[in-house]
């Protein structure tokens, strides 16, 4: 069971240029989130989604976008990418709102926007 | 809004004595959910212990043991017989309880270090 993958692991960006940060889970869960962390800090939700098509602003959601096709996938996207967005970003998951009581973490896509 | 504060940046600890960190948060909800989060050097989050609000007694796992204190909106964690694999980054989140609900709150860790 492979619970929720991330890739890449690691990446540099160029300021301007753009990337997706792909998400996957095979657990079948509804809630699919997207954190950030800055070193130091504790993590800040980005985005996340309830279920396949539907999606919602996190608390920090500027400069990023994304989508959900599949109750499996969720990728992040990055348009013009800054330095200010160079951080650890983590992808996680849990079955539904109810129940919502523990998130199922990836292992994290270093970012470094240079 | 619902914010958490973990006021210790940094602690160690001899290996097998007890260490506690601290974790208070801010918020009018009445239930809601409460947890210790474990990042160790791998980076990956890993669940170590849940609190429910509702309920009185404290949660306990194995080494790992709360003390929470819902009226001072307090809730330490106490790790007894420290293993060098306790050393790690701890964080303390916040989760209301409602249905749809959709955002976990982290306070900003504390990192732990084991000694031998």
């Known amino acids: 069971n492979a619970g929720v993958t991330q890739t890449p692991k690691f990446r540099i960006l160029k300021i301007g240029q753009s990337m997706t940060l792909q998400c996957a889970q095979d657990?079948?869960?509804?809630?699919m989130y997207w954190y950030r962390q800055d070193p130091g800090m504790g993590l800040k939700l980005i985005y996340y989604s309830v279920g396949a098509g539907i999606t919602d602003k996190g608390e920090v959601p500027n400069g990023y976008n994304v989508s959900r096709s599949t109750t499996e996938d969720f990728p992040l996207r990055l348009e013009l990418a800054a330095p200010s967005q160079t951080s650890v970003y983590f992808c996680a998951s849990t079955p539904n709102g109810v129940t919502n009581e523990k998130l199922f973490f990836g292992s994290g896509t270093q970012l470094s926007v240079l | 809004a619902q914010t958490v504060t973990q006021s210790q940046p940094e602690m160690s600890v001899q290996e097998a004595e007890t260490v506690t960190l601290s974790c208070t948060y801010d918020?009018?909800?009445?239930?809601?959910?409460l947890f210790w989060y474990k990042q160790p050097p791998s980076r990956q989050m890993i669940l170590v212990i849940r609190q429910e609000a509702y309920k009185q007694q404290n949660a306990t796992e194995n080494r790992f043991s709360v003390n929470f204190q819902k009226a001072a909106k307090s809730f330490s964690l106490k790790i007894s017989d420290s293993q060098l694999g306790d050393t790690a980054m701890y964080f303390c989140?916040?989760?209301?309880?409602?249905?749809?609900?959709?955002?976990?709150?982290f306070g900003a860790g504390t990192r732990l270090t084991v000694k031998p």
């Open positions: 989140a916040f989760m209301k309880l409602t249905y749809n609900n959709n955002d976990m709150r």
């Open positions: 657990m079948n869960h509804n809630y």
């Open positions: 918020t009018s909800e009445n239930n809601y959910y």
